[in-house]
């Protein structure tokens, strides 16, 4: 596997993404606070204008009757704009690879979102909460995953 170029790790939720920088592989991760992107009211308020209700057989939840669960369509709408803030990102050339890391339903809608020429730059994913981690703990969960991916 190439060794050089710069990785972004992307740590996201449904309310909130944020991106580190590897320069060098295995070396220090550096986050990138510019790109930290929390959802908007009008994403967290997505899929709530459903005429039927229909209560989900496990939990509390409930939503429109042939609709998506809310909290899906709140976070489809915000990983579709992480999407498209790599999409633009890795047109100008910022990375050339990429480390996805989220709860396994937010990981599945990112990868879904994104444009297949970024797709193809995904290296690694990982799919565990990992968006409240500092730099260093980071750094030893993406060891961890590339060692799991390459094993």
Request: aromatic content about 4%; charged content about 30%.
């Amino acid at each position: 596997m190439d060794q050089g170029g710069v990785t972004w790790i992307v740590t996201a939720d449904a309310a909130e993404a944020r991106i580190f920088s590897e320069r060098v592989r295995s070396g220090a991760l550096h986050e990138l606070p510019e790109l930290r992107m929390a959802a908007s009211d009008a994403e967290r308020g997505a899929g709530r204008r459903q005429v039927a209700t229909v209560h989900q057989r496990a939990g509390a939840g409930r939503h429109g009757a042939g609709e998506r669960a809310p909290e899906h369509e709140a976070e489809r709408r915000f990983m579709k704009r992480v999407a498209t803030r790599l999409m633009v990102s890795a047109g100008r050339g910022d990375f050339d690879r990429l480390v996805l890391m989220g709860p396994p339903h937010a990981l599945g809608a990112l990868k879904k979102a994104l444009p297949p020429t970024v797709a193809a730059r995904v290296d690694v994913t990982d799919p565990h909460e990992r968006k409240q981690d500092d730099a260093e703990t980071l750094r030893r969960h993406l060891r961890e995953a590339r060692a799991r991916t390459w094993s």
